[in-house]
């Protein structure tokens, strides 16, 4: 738009749509970025339009009034709802896939299915829909199993059954605490085994750009104990990760992506890939329709100032076919609240955050924040995520540990492990 500056809205509250915003705002001819809903911690140079309606057709006209010349789609519950083709509708551009297309993660039988046609390798299943069915599949494949929500769980419909004690505990949580709600249709999968890389791609639906690879940290505790979480923290690059390994991943992604156009589905906007290194070589675990959080925190920085203009090729379909992404190493660590992830607790003032926003190659992107008589309190269960970067990962990870010890935060809690087995200097 010559003579004007661009308006480019993001949608969504975390750490994940907060990086994305960063990002945005870096682009040359510093455009007017909005968050909606946002939170009051992106406030600045970040606009925040905190009154965001969850209706897709409501979303749509109030999203219209903005007027932004580009909407970038976050999370996954407003993409599976359908919020981008309600605005696809009113003539607005919108990087994300369609309601459709966003089955790839609301619908894990509909992901399945498009791994199956695709020739893609990923775990045997079992659809299972109570307690009865679950322990039959669990018997027919042995420990480990998976047990997964079919639908939309935040992060936190996945359990690995290492034994029939992690069984039980599963069973009374889905289906006799209903931790997740009225989900009512759940897969068993063959357990497999081997490190696990978040593999991400931008895609205007046949081309894409690969982001740096990424492993992300699911448990609560050090050394992988406790509770699975949305993630607690984040690294890139990886020291285990070949040239081999990119190879195979980027032939993956074609395969889904040509998969996805034959079902007349295809899909634009982030792609997640979880995959598990096995013994057999890369296999999906499971396919993501938005970009990871905390992953978002650690990859989106590599893309520099080019963030933005790499965005808009995407909407445009006219991505170029390779782009040089910083490899720098970078950590990212989540502060998150008190009880988290069972019952956070909210309300607590954050402290330290001004020095903490000062501090050499970091970046503070908040989540879980709330304002109260003028100060930032907790709000959610994962607060904020402090990335750190440097030229060794050992220099990224000592500043992020660095910056997030100067946030005091009542009972905060955040893993100090993060990254360890990867400093090589």
Same mark, same amino acid.
């Given at each position: 738009?010559?003579?004007?500056?661009?308006?480019?809205?993001?949608?969504?509250?975390?750490?994940r +749509?907060?990086?994305?915003?960063?990002?945005?705002?870096?682009?040359?001819?510093?455009?007017?970025?909005?968050a909606?809903? @946002?939170?009051?911690?992106?406030e600045?140079?970040?606009?925040v339009?905190?009154?965001?309606?969850?209706n897709?057709?409501?979303?749509?006209?109030?999203?219209?009034?903005?007027?932004?010349d580009?909407?970038?789609?976050?999370?996954?519950k407003p993409?599976?709802? @359908?919020?981008?083709d309600?605005?696809r509708?009113?003539?607005?551009?919108?990087?994300?896939?369609?309601?459709?297309?966003?089955?790839?993660?609301s619908?894990?039988?509909?992901a399945?299915?498009?791994m199956? +046609?695709?020739g893609?390798?990923?775990?045997?299943f079992?659809?299972? &829909?109570?307690?009865g069915?679950?322990r039959?599949a669990? &018997?027919?494949?042995?420990?480990p199993?998976?047990?997964?929500a =079919?639908g939309?769980?935040?992060?936190k419909?996945?359990?690995?059954?290492?034994?029939?004690e992690?069984?039980?505990?599963?069973?009374?949580?889905?289906?006799?605490?209903?931790?997740?709600? =009225?989900?009512?249709?759940?897969?068993?999968?063959?357990?497999l085994?081997?490190?696990?890389?978040?593999?991400?791609?931008?895609?205007?639906?046949?081309?894409?750009?690969?982001?740096?690879?990424?492993?992300?940290y699911?448990r609560?505790?050090?050394g992988? &104990?406790?509770?699975?979480?949305?993630g607690?923290?984040?690294?890139t690059?990886?020291?285990d990760?070949?040239?081999k390994?990119?190879e =195979?991943?980027?032939?993956?992604?074609?395969r889904?992506?040509?998969g996805?156009?034959r079902?007349?589905?295809?899909?634009?906007?982030?792609?997640?890939?979880?995959?598990?290194?096995?013994?057999?070589?890369?296999?999906?675990?499971e396919?993501?329709?938005?970009?990871g959080?905390?992953?978002?925190?650690?990859?989106?920085?590599s893309?520099?100032e080019?963030l933005?203009?790499?965005?808009?090729?995407?909407?445009?379909?006219s991505?170029?076919e390779?782009?040089?992404?910083? &490899?720098?190493p970078?950590?990212?660590?989540?502060?998150?609240?008190?009880? *988290?992830p069972e019952?956070?607790?909210? @309300?607590h003032v /954050?402290?330290?955050?001004?020095?903490?926003?000062?501090?050499?190659?970091?970046r503070l992107?908040?989540?879980g924040?709330g304002?109260q =008589?003028?100060?930032i309190v907790?709000s959610?269960?994962?607060? /904020?995520?402090?990335?750190? +970067?440097?030229?060794?990962m050992?220099?990224?990870? +000592?500043?992020? *540990?660095?910056?997030?010890?100067?946030?005091?935060l009542?009972?905060?809690?955040?893993?100090?492990?993060?990254?360890?087995?990867?400093?090589?200097g």
């Amino acid at each position: 738009m010559a003579g004007s500056t661009k308006r480019i809205l993001v949608v969504g509250a975390g750490a994940r +749509e907060h990086a994305l915003a960063d990002g945005i705002r870096q682009d040359p001819g510093r455009p007017a970025v909005l968050a909606s809903p @946002g939170n009051p911690g992106m406030e600045g140079d970040i606009h925040v339009h905190p009154s965001f309606p969850e209706n897709p057709a409501e979303a749509a006209v109030w999203i219209d009034s903005l007027s932004p010349d580009l909407v970038v789609i976050g999370p996954e519950k407003p993409l599976a709802a @359908g919020l981008s083709d309600a605005l696809r509708q009113k003539g607005r551009r919108v990087l994300g896939p369609s309601a459709q297309a966003a089955q790839i993660e609301s619908s894990k039988l509909f992901a399945k299915e498009r791994m199956r +046609e695709a020739g893609i390798p990923t775990a045997d299943f079992f659809v299972t &829909r109570d307690p009865g069915s679950v322990r039959d599949a669990v &018997r027919s494949f042995g420990y480990p199993s998976v047990l997964k929500a =079919d639908g939309l769980a935040q992060g936190k419909g996945v359990f690995v059954l290492q034994t029939p004690e992690d069984l039980e505990e599963a069973l009374g949580k889905v289906f006799h605490r209903r931790s997740l709600g =009225d989900q009512t249709t759940f897969f068993v999968e063959r357990g497999l085994s081997g490190p696990e890389v978040s593999f991400i791609v931008l895609t205007d639906g046949t081309r894409f750009l690969p982001f740096p690879e990424a492993r992300d940290y699911k448990r609560i505790g050090d050394g992988n &104990r406790g509770p699975n979480t949305g993630g607690m923290g984040a690294v890139t690059p990886l020291s285990d990760w070949t040239e081999k390994d990119q190879e =195979d991943a980027c032939h993956l992604i074609e395969r889904i992506l040509w998969g996805m156009r034959r079902h007349g589905t295809p899909f634009q906007g982030f792609l997640y890939a979880g995959l598990m290194k096995t013994a057999e070589g890369l296999k999906i675990l499971e396919f993501n329709a938005r970009f990871g959080d905390p992953e978002a925190q650690v990859l989106l920085p590599s893309a520099g100032e080019s963030l933005l203009s790499l965005l808009e090729a995407a909407v445009g379909g006219s991505l170029p076919e390779k782009v040089p992404f910083s &490899r720098s190493p970078r950590v990212a660590v989540v502060l998150a609240a008190q009880g *988290y992830p069972e019952k956070p607790v909210s @309300g607590h003032v /954050l402290s330290g955050l001004g020095k903490a926003r000062e501090q050499e190659g970091t970046r503070l992107y908040m989540a879980g924040v709330g304002e109260q =008589d003028g100060q930032i309190v907790s709000s959610g269960g994962r607060v /904020l995520t402090v990335a750190g +970067e440097g030229k060794t990962m050992r220099e990224a990870r +000592e500043r992020a *540990y660095r910056t997030i010890s100067m946030i005091g935060l009542e009972g905060g809690q955040f893993r100090t492990d993060i990254g360890a087995e990867e400093m090589t200097g």
